[in-house]
């Protein structure tokens, strides 16, 4: 099945389509699924090119964690959370005691839904300039940490990729890690689900505007990625609306030839039948929550702990 034009930048997504067109599991990928009470982890291994090939992503470590429980806003929940983001992060880092991060914050700030990267980097505790300035001022179990975030290409007129190559030629960080929204095909996954990768990152891709990526490739160091879907496309979510009432109507026996057709649809033909409706508009429409102010504000402080805790072991248990 091409599941190119269905609009995720998540890899259980992408593994999710593979099974769906395919009946089985994609060759070269390894899945392991963690029951963590009112959380899930997922790690996804691509390990070779043909495991690249079929899931559309490169070969690396994808680590998920839904926690549906973020939309509740549950001070204890958040915490949980944010230990789960700090023990995956540890095992992708191996930081040694005298590692330099640089953590680039990616996104618009001036747009809610593209705001987490900027809000995350407001939070994080940045020390490097503790360590050049006032070493005897630091304690112990805290590495030197950098932030920033360069904005997008509509605001200063420079590639993203360009502005954190100049940065990590000067200061020559140890690893570089890059929180961005994320676009996701499913609207129950919208502020609830964070990925962890170690392959990097490609800034837009989830909604089909690519730039230059920030990985290993382009900046010669390790490039870890959180990410958070906070839209779906306006395709997505009418898809959505029609298979519940297909299942509703199934379920209630009253089903039609109109409905049946649909219902014998897989989700890329039902995808791409609904983005052929709305190619009229002329835009590529896409759906975020009223409430987005608040969750991604409350996703950005989750987050932020969750890196300090994972950088600074002197943060571990605050």
């Not at 960080?173 to 990925?195: E, G, Y």
Request: charged letters at 20%.
């Amino acid at each position: 099945m091409d599941t190119s034009s269905i609009h995720t930048d998540l890899a259980i997504e992408a593994r999710e389509l593979y099974k769906e067109g395919s009946g089985q599991e994609a060759p070269g990928v390894e899945v392991e699924e963690v029951d963590a009470g009112d959380a899930k982890v997922s790690r996804v291994n691509v390990f070779n090119e043909i495991g690249s090939k079929n899931m559309g992503k490169p070969i690396g470590h994808y680590i998920t964690i839904e926690a549906p429980g973020l939309m509740d806003n549950s001070p204890n929940y958040n915490d949980g959370v944010s230990k789960l983001l700090t023990v995956e992060l540890k095992n992708l880092l191996k930081l040694s005691d005298k590692s330099t991060v640089l953590i680039v914050g990616l996104g618009n700030w001036n747009i809610t839904a593209d705001s987490l990267g900027p809000k995350v980097v407001s939070r994080v505790q940045v020390t490097r300039q503790i360590f050049q300035y006032a070493p005897m001022e630091i304690g112990e179990g805290y590495r030197p940490v950098c932030a920033i975030a360069p904005g997008v290409l509509g605001i200063t007129g420079i590639e993203t990729s360009d502005i954190i190559r100049g940065i990590v030629d000067r200061i020559k960080p140890d690893v570089v890690i890059a929180i961005d929204a994320l676009a996701s095909r499913r609207l129950t996954r919208v502020n609830t689900t964070i990925q962890i990768t170690d392959t990097g990152i490609n800034p837009g891709s989830g909604l089909g505007n690519y730039r230059t990526p920030l990985n290993y490739g382009s900046l010669g160091i390790p490039v870890i990625a959180i990410g958070m879907p906070t839209v779906v496309d306006a395709a997505t979510v009418a898809r959505d609306a029609i298979q519940m009432l297909i299942d509703s109507r199934n379920k209630r026996g009253e089903g039609s030839e109109g409905y049946q057709f649909m219902d014998n649809l897989n989700e890329e033909q039902k995808y791409s039948m609904i983005k052929e409706v709305l190619t009229p508009f002329e835009a590529n429409l896409v759906v975020t929550p009223k409430e987005a102010d608040e969750l991604i504000d409350n996703i950005s402080g989750i987050i932020s702990k969750g890196l300090d805790s994972a950088i600074h072991p002197a943060m571990a248990n605050i």
